[in-house]
């Protein structure tokens, strides 16, 4: 009983496409830090409003995971201004507006 219990919790865990990073995070306060601090520098690397890195063909994230992975490796970018909570708000709002993983 007590086995499938953990066996069971653990999948729930372990679901690899699950947008889970970002579960219970403000996409409202993420589109505020994001367009304060990461805006700017893709708009510079790829023009318009910078959107676009987010909605190329060849984009670089296929999972939330890999997205949360990124967010903290820009924020190193921006010598790690940011807290853990902050870039899992951003994530929620990028996951939202853009790349709506599951
Ligand atoms: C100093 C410049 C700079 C800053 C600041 C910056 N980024 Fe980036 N970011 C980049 C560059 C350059 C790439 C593209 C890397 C590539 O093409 O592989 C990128 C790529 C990304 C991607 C992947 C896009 C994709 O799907 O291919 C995400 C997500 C992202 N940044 C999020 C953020 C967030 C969130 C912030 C703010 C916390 C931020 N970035 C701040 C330079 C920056």
Redesign the pocket.
């Known amino acids: 009983m007590m086995k499938s219990l953990f066996a069971a919790v653990f999948c729930l865990l372990s679901l690899p496409l699950s947008a889970a990073p970002f579960a219970g995070a403000s996409a409202a306060a ?1 589109k505020a ?2 367009d304060k ?6 708009a ?3 023009g318009g409003d910078g959107s676009k ?2 909605t ?1 063909a ?4 296929k999972s939330a995971q ?2 949360a992975q ?2 903290t ?3 190193a ?2 010598g790690n ?2 807290f853990p909570e ?2 899992r708000n ?2 929620a709002h ?1 996951n939202q507006q ?2 709506k993983f599951k």
């Open positions: 993420g830090i994001h601090q990461c805006v700017s520098c893709h510079a690397k790829f890195i987010y190329r060849e984009r670089r994230m890999q997205l990124q967010i490796t820009c924020n970018n921006l201004k940011l902050d870039e951003i994530g990028l853009f790349y």
